[in-house]
Structures are given as structure tokens and as C-alpha cells.
């Protein structure tokens, strides 16, 4: 299965409505879902994405492998209506960066993506402008792979064509509706890439369970990883991880994809 999240339920109509999505009966948040995607309105912010997500980890117990999120973003120059993938995660509060593992061809643009913690209409960086990004990516990691985990974004405002202070939602939806066949290609990249991975020869898990308590979440993920470097032939020393403790492991590991 794939997660899909959404800021707002403007950005989520048009999936909605293409996929044939069904709504859960849900006390916390707005989950839709078909038998291949099931999507989350997180709302705006990098609290209460996180906090969406890590909730549909949770309720769902593993069955997610990849993760998309789609929506609006500012930019300082690319044209309204463009569609890109996000190669690069900033967090505008801290500094840091994160780097989504494309390992796919994407026939649209990518550019980076900055994460605010407040609307930012400057235009003065270099990227894409969202709220949500980064807890988007930091939260999925704990569950997937950075390989697995990915931003496309349609612009809907930049420098010389900036937001009216009176926001038009039919203008937002018509964007939305115009992304539609860009995401239905990354989710049928996706699912054959899941495919793909997700059948592999079996991992022998036993020297890491001996040498560390893994919860059976992390084991899951553990499994996941090595999945995927058995696969793409990347080879990673048992015996240098030793002296690393669980959450180091993984991380090394997922470094390598």
C-alpha cells in the first residue's frame, strides 16, 4: 500500500475523486482509501503532519512500503501549473537537509523543496516553498527507506505571479486536477518498484536480532533495508556495525540505498 498525505482537503478532492477513494470512519483524522492507496489530510503544519502520519503508521501495522506527498507549493520561479519532484528537503528553522533516493527516471522537473514554519511569500530562495515537508520525511523514515519516500509538488504561486490576498480554491483545484496524471505515474512507479523489491529472497535477520533488541516495527524495517541491498547489490561489513547501537544500524544501513 501507498501513503498519500495532503495539507488541506482542497488538495486532496481530485485524488479522491480519480482513485475512487473511500472514506474510514476515523475519530482523529480524514483517511481515505482504496485496496492500493490510502490518504491521510494531515492538515497544515509540521506538527500535525507528523503527528497524521506516525498515526496511519500505526493503525495500518506495517502494510505501507511507499510514501508520497502531494500537493500545493510556492516557488521562486518555476510557472504555475509546472509539476516537480523533490530532490532535496531543507528545513528552513534549522538548516538541515535531507535527500529523497531517486532511483527512478521522472520525465517532469525536480527541484528542491524548503519547509516553513510560517507562509513565506519573499520568493527570495532558491526552491519550493511548503510547511509540511521536512516532518513529512523525517516521520516516514523511521518507517521506510529514504528510496521509497518522495515530494510532487505543483506550483501554484512564484515571484511574478504571487498569491491574491482573496485565495480562489477553484484556481487550487484546477491545479490539483491538472497534477493528477503526474502522480498516477509516480504511484505506478512505485508499486512496481514494490513489486519488485518485495519479493526478494528471504533475509536472514539472526545476527541482528542476537546482537540487538530490535522491537518487531524496527525488524520489519530492518528486513526492508536489507531487502533492498541485497537487490541492488550494495555489500555493507557485518562486523563494523558491532559497535553501533540499533538506531545506528539502521541508519548506516538505509544510508547505503
Known sequence: M???????EIEARAVIQKLKLKKLQDPYFSIWQNEEVILVITGIGKVKTASA?????AITKSSIKAAINFGLAGHKYLDPGLVFLAHKIMDFTNGKSFYPGISFSFKDITSPLTTFDLPYTSYEIDSGYDMEGVAFFETCLKFLSLDVIHFLKT????AKNPLPPQLDKNFFLHLM???LSALESLIATLTSMNKLLFTPPSVDLSFFIENWNFTESEKNILSDVLQRLMILEKPYKVEAL????KHEVLQDLKRLL
Do not use: C, E, G, P
Open 2 to 8: 501507498i501513503l498519500l498525505t495532503t495539507a488541506t
Open 53 to 57: 502520519i506516525a498515526y496511519v503508521f
Open 155 to 158: 506550483v501554484s504561486d512564484n
Open 177 to 179: 486536477k491538472a497534477s
Open 242 to 245: 558491532k559497535s553501533l547501537s
